[in-house]
């Protein structure tokens, strides 16, 4: 009985981690940062995923892909290397019906060097 249960719950495991990695690779939702912008090609490469399971995705972007910014539509050009960005997919998985900007990109502050006074 007890070796039935141990199989049984390595087979749900197995399944579940198996559709976790299947689903991180497959359409859906992507919450990351924009590495990448090519205004050529209508295309973006942004992280997905958080620390060891993080991957960089190519996401193709068109004019029907609706780009928002602090609750207003902006072009494909606003957007900036460094953004945070929450991207739906749409049906063919690769091209974004919606970018988020959830937070812009954030300026590093570096502190006044410090000068002798004379």
């Known amino acids: 009985m007890l070796k039935m249960l141990s ?6 495991c197995t399944a579940a981690l198996t559709g976790i990695a299947f689903a991180s690779h497959k359409g859906g939702k992507h919450f990351g940062e924009i590495v990448s912008i ?3 090609a209508s295309q973006i490469v942004a992280t997905s995923g958080k620390g060891e399971e993080s991957e960089n995705i190519t996401i193709d972007v ?5 780009i928002i910014k602090t609750g207003k539509t902006i072009t494909f050009a606003d957007l900036v290397v460094g953004d945070k960005v929450k991207v739906r997919l749409s049906s063919d998985n690769k091209t974004a ?8 990109k954030t300026e590093t502050y570096s502190a006044p060097s410090a000068s002798p006074t004379p």
Request: no cysteine; proline share 0%; hydrophobic share 55%.
């Open 38 to 40: 090519d205004a050529t």
């Open 7 to 12: 199989i049984i719950a390595a087979i749900v």
């Open 97 to 104: 019906g919606s970018i988020i900007v959830m937070r812009e």
């Open 62 to 66: 068109n004019a029907e892909t609706k």
